[in-house]
């Protein structure tokens, strides 16, 4: 496990397209798929990591608490499911079931969506306004494994919020840290390391 911080990709950045298969349903997921959403939240996530399981709980509650509103949700794992078998499809269909998640859980086989959404930790989260433009992208709340701070979704929750009540976001965020994505060997991209 190597403690990775996100990219920070710039904000304002248009959402990359994709079309990746969901683990559950089987069905392509794109960004089409959220057409006539005002925010969409993009999460790069896995089964293994013990950063992703500190805070899973409070990702299927966000799924659920959003569910009846404008927030389109993808969850992506881009993980080497070859050296990471945890991370494999039919091991993250089984997450999302065991989970209740609401939202599709979608395997990015070749790692090209993490690259181009340069993605470098797990978990890491990306909320696009409805014009499919980069709004916030760091932290879900100031909790960590073993840092005893409650897991309540308070930073990405607030910026969900003002994208959804037509508030700016605030520009001052903190970067996720997790678990680095595990890159197959020769395609890290360049910006990991």
């Given at each position: 496990?190597?403690?990775?911080?996100?990219?920070?990709?710039?904000?304002?950045?248009?959402?990359?397209?994709?079309?990746?298969?969901?683990?559950?349903?089987?069905?392509?997921?794109?960004?089409?798929?959220?057409?006539?959403?005002?925010?969409?939240?993009?999460?790069?996530?896995?089964?293994?990591?013990?950063?992703?399981?500190?805070?899973?709980?409070?990702?299927?509650?966000m799924g659920q608490d959003?569910?009846?509103?404008?927030?389109?949700?993808?969850?992506?794992?881009?993980?080497?499911?070859?050296?990471?078998?945890?991370?494999?499809?039919?091991?993250?269909?089984?997450?999302?079931?065991?989970?209740?998640?609401?939202?599709?859980?979608?395997?990015?086989?070749?790692?090209?969506?993490?690259?181009?959404?340069?993605?470098?930790?797990?978990?890491?989260?990306?909320?696009?306004?409805?014009?499919?433009?980069?709004?916030?992208r760091g932290q879900l709340?100031?909790?960590?494994?073993?840092?005893?701070?409650?897991?309540?979704?308070?930073?990405?929750?607030?910026?969900?919020?003002?994208?959804?009540?037509?508030?700016?976001?605030?520009?001052?965020?903190?970067?996720?840290?997790?678990?680095?994505?595990?890159?197959?060997?020769?395609?890290?991209?360049?910006?990991?390391?």
């Amino acid at each position: 496990m190597v403690r990775t911080a996100s990219t920070m990709l710039a904000l304002g950045t248009k959402a990359p397209e994709f079309h990746l298969p969901d683990t559950v349903s089987g069905e392509t997921i794109s960004l089409s798929s959220f057409t006539g959403k005002k925010a969409l939240l993009i999460m790069f996530i896995c089964r293994h990591c013990p950063f992703v399981k500190h805070v899973q709980a409070e990702l299927a509650k966000m799924g659920q608490d959003y569910v009846d509103t404008d927030l389109g949700i993808l969850a992506i794992s881009a993980n080497d499911a070859e050296n990471y078998p945890d991370d494999a499809p039919d091991s993250l269909k089984a997450m999302a079931t065991e989970l209740g998640f609401t939202f599709p859980l979608c395997y990015d086989a070749t790692q090209e969506v993490a690259k181009t959404y340069t993605a470098a930790c797990t978990p890491d989260f990306f909320l696009f306004d409805g014009d499919r433009t980069l709004v916030y992208r760091g932290q879900l709340d100031d909790s960590r494994p073993g840092n005893s701070q409650p897991v309540t979704g308070k930073d990405l929750r607030a910026a969900i919020d003002a994208v959804l009540s037509d508030r700016s976001v605030p520009s001052e965020q903190k970067p996720s840290i997790g678990c680095n994505i595990k890159w197959k060997q020769g395609n890290e991209p360049p910006y990991f390391g």
